[in-house]
Nanobody, 116 residues
């Protein structure tokens, strides 16, 4: 059974930092690309950061220079370090495979709220 479990969200003031984690099970994690997505109220879900199985990373322009994605294959976990947070980063954050979406296995997500 595939599970993606996101954690680490919370309420933070603008300029603050959070580190999100996504623990995956039921997949061969090390061969998959992984990505962090977010969905703000009334908006479509967007991909903000991705990491390939080989460790190459890519970021949306809106988070470039502030967010860092990383992975620990021994722990089947992908992380998102978020620094210099802005109110517009407020959203529910999810993880999934951006190249081969795990369509039926989106997790509950973790809420990030940035106050001004």
């Amino acid at each position: 059974q595939v599970h993606l479990v996101e954690s680490g969200g919370g309420l933070v003031q603008a300029g603050g930092s959070l580190r999100l984690s996504c623990a995956a099970s039921g997949i061969i994690f090390r061969i998959r690309a992984m990505g962090w997505y977010r969905q703000a109220p009334g908006k479509q879900r967007e991909l903000v950061a991705a990491i390939t199985s080989g460790g190459s990373t890519n970021y949306a322009d809106s988070v470039k220079g502030r967010f860092t994605i990383s992975r620990d294959n021994a722990k089947n976990t992908v992380y998102l370090q978020m620094n210099s947070l802005k109110p517009e980063d407020t959203a529910v954050y999810y993880c999934n495979d951006p190249l081969n979406e795990l369509k039926d296995y989106w997790g509950q997500g973790t809420q990030v709220t940035v106050s001004s």
